[in-house]
């Protein structure tokens, strides 16, 4: 246990210290780049390991399995889970109940279910800006859209914009996806970018980034599922 604790209390530092290098590389402040610590597939455990070393932004990309990890956590107060993965508009409810923050907002139908649970949420808007088959979220030409029914409704607050370029090894590789997200932010007037992870931390805060969401760097490989 307590290598495991050392060796995370490392990685995390690594982290905040390549988040801090790249933003005074381009002369932003540190502060204004949140650490999301992503971590899906990991047990509870691993979350209040992360909770104690100061962490408290947390991502969950399945509904089904935060909703097992969740009842294992009662004991992290300040802890905020954001969902980052695809949303399905079945599981809507299950999600506002157990999430503070939607990343993944990616029609006007699923802003408007959302806000018809009664329940107050931060939202983003995820935004496909390739032509990936795989690949979820909104067109840009979608966003204006769904700007409205999120400001229309009673129980969501606007955070930004959410993207997940496709899937390099090659840390440049994402820029020009990055660039486009915090243009059509600045064009909705959204200050809010969660973009970068782990392999691209710095592309990211180059780009503009105010959230980057980093698994692997912060607790190792996952297990495949
Ligand atoms: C898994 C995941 C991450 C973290 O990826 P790493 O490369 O492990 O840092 C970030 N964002 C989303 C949407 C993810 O699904």
């Excluded at 997940?164 to 590789?173: F, G, L, N, R, V």
Aim: net charge neutral.
């Amino acid at each position: 246990m307590p290598a495991r604790n050392t060796l995370l209390l490392e990685r995390y530092q690594q982290v905040q210290e390549r988040i801090r290098r790249a933003a005074e590389r381009c002369r932003r402040d540190p502060a204004g780049v949140q650490l999301l610590a992503v971590t899906k597939k990991f047990p509870a455990e691993v979350v209040r390991e992360a909770y104690a070393l100061g962490m408290r932004e947390f991502g969950e990309n399945y509904v089904q399995e935060f909703e097992l990890k969740h009842p294992l956590l009662p004991d992290v107060p300040e802890a905020r889970f954001h969902l980052i993965g695809h949303l399905q508009s079945n599981k809507a409810r299950k999600a506002a109940e157990l999430f503070q923050t939607i990343q993944t907002i990616d029609s006007t139908k699923l802003a408007e279910r959302l806000d018809g649970m009664g329940i107050k949420l931060e939202a983003m808007i995820e935004v496909k800006l390739s032509d990936e088959e795989s690949k979820h979220g909104a067109a840009p030409e979608e966003i204006a859209d769904i700007v409205q029914a999120v400001a229309r409704s009673k129980n969501l607050r606007l955070r930004g914009l959410m993207t997940i370029p496709p899937w390099s090894d090659d840390p440049e590789a994402p820029r020009p996806y990055f660039r486009r997200l915090r243009e059509l932010g600045e064009r909705h007037g959204l200050a809010e970018l969660s973009m970068g992870m782990s392999n691209d931390i710095e592309t990211a805060i180059e780009e503009g980034s105010t959230m980057v969401r980093v698994g692997t760097a912060l607790f190792g490989p996952r297990r495949k599922a």
